[in-house]
């Protein structure tokens, strides 16, 4: 592949991320034919986690390396800027599937910020393939963050909460 071939790759790709932010999707796959045996295949992705508990909290916006930067909205409170997923006292998922809060709808939740956790209590509920897998916090302490919604879907490694 060309010098030429591979700035327009860039640009081409680019412009994707650009397009996947500008209209609010959330993934974006394109496949482009440049010859019998030459093609480039794209697939942008974008996945939001949205913060909110008692108090206010920040937005993060997981994106493929190719699409923008994080947006993050903090506030007053929470003006760190940094990943999450990087803290030293961040749980994050051990699986794929949908996050709850709490053993059921309309039940206490399992946690809250400033809560006192033990190691092993069960900090949330993942929800695979109809089955509810209780996620313990790995460490004693206390709750800082929670980063997940109640009912919202998350990833293999995306970070939880962070335990301090």
Known sequence: MSKQTSDADVAFIAALAELLNKNDLTELSVKREYGEDDSLEVRVVKQSNVVTV???APVYAHAAPVAAAPAASAPAAATTTEDPAQHPGAVT???????????????????????TVAEGQTVLIIEAMKT????????????KRILVEDGTPVEYGAPLLIIE
């Open 54 to 56: 008692a108090a206010p």
């Open 93 to 115: 998922s051990p699986m794929v599937g949908t996050c709850y809060l709490a053993p059921e709808p309309g039940a206490t939740p399992f946690i809250s910020i400033g809560a």
């Open 132 to 143: 509810m897998n209780h996620i313990p916090a790995p460490r004693a302490g206390v709750v």
